[in-house]
């Protein structure tokens, strides 16, 4: 029989993140919803060990995400995870208070017993927190692994009963050991044998949409973009010419995306795709006007993406399947699972209630990106395509705070393009390495300024450069003052309109990395 981990849900950020690292140890997992599963379920399951992930409720609080007692009984290994540990003290007679002060993000911490899952750990180490309650008082028979500045108890272990627990988030990279700390549970803590490999990815899919497709027609949303790309790749792969892939431009590209994208995907470029280009800017422009609430920008745009697919979809003859390089952060941060909604990402929660296709292909859905960029390059995907940095659907309408016009998109762009080449140069001659996500954004702010012997009133441009792998958490890159001081420059002189730079050092959490 598999070896096999349990997750069980209780509605945090991170939880497919969880289920990946068990992936990662060479070990299945499955994520289950705390509400779906039953204690005879999870017998059924028969887990080497259980992990209870996070959760944005409070433990004490009416209507807490719970599961029968009875799982502390069955003689499971179990790793609890922020809300997961709360819930394990709370049920086991500990206490759970709101904490005098919250932590959210890179927090040191403490190790005082390295017995169980921090038995790699430094004496200190770097730490991911999110939470504003913690557990004030342990269950009895549970001894503190480790705390921080504010947070007395940020690890408890009863090793005994194999009940593991920690404040902070091991899921996340931002965690240095936390990979670490999983690894010591999965293979230590519960004894799994290394039994599990990830099958390869694409081939499966492309089994899987030939037998689903048969020899119906697809339409693929091509944006140029990582997601995109490798969904259209996948499905050429898999159906050939029944693939007709529409790029919309929809006047929200970066300064110049239009023509690469083009340039890659169309008939000079390298693949054997049906390729179409439609230029709906004026039109995009036209829905916008007015409107500066964020998530009824992204309705919008989302909205106005699907008529413009589904106008194609009519020329093109009938259409059965629409293709989408929705991926897994993507599917969370909507809110589809249980997590609460930040952001409708417009390609998933943003949907039209009428389209106008038999059905939606998402071949990525379960995927994280670095796990998307790996199937790329499996599919023979150039690198410098797969590397490329992400791009929303929304694009520059999401990097312009409040109303979308021309004018803004043509200084947000200029700005951006002057950004990217600096620091590519600064790439290039070693005084940096490239972040996983850089742009330039405009803020809805104009102020006064002097230029010449005149005053100006002009918008602040602000730039944005985050490190992260798994782009649910990140952290402001430390780009070379310099650089920065070039692209204030360039960019103030170059570009009309503009009188202020800024630089944005929000990580995430508390901060997205778009901003809106
Ligand atoms: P946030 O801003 O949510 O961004 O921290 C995380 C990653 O998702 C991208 N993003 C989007 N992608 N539609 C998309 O296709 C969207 O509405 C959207 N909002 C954010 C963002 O660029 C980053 O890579």
Redesign the pocket.
Known sequence: MQNRILIIDFGGQYNQLIARRVRECGVYSEVKGFESITLDDVKAFDPKGIIFTGGPQSAYGDGAPSIDSGIFELGIPILGICYGMQFMAYKLGGKVSTAPTSEYGRTEVTVDNKDGVLRNADDTTVVWMSHTDYVSETPEGFTVTCHTKDCPIAGMENIEKGMYAVQFHPEVNHTLQGFDMIRSFVLDACKCDQDWQMAAFAEEQIAKIREKVGDGKVLCALSGGVDSSVAAVLLSKAVGKQLTCVFVDHGLLRKNEAEEVAAVFGPEGEYDLNFIKVDARERFYEKLKGVTEPEAK?KIIGEEFIRVFEEEAKKIGKVDYLVQGTIY??VI?SGLGKSAV??S???VGGLPDYVDFKEIIEPLRSLFKDEVRKTGLELGIPEYLVYRQ?????GLG?RIIGEVNAEKVRIVQDADYIYREEVAKAVAAGEMTAPN?YFAALTNMRSVGVMGDFRTYDYAVALRAVETSD?MT?EAVDIPWKVLQTCMTRIINEVDGVNRVFYDLTS?PPG???FE
């Open positions: 992204r952060p993507d941060e930040i952001k990402h417009h390609n992400p791009f929303p659907g929304p999401i996500q782009f990140a995430k997205t990395i778009e």
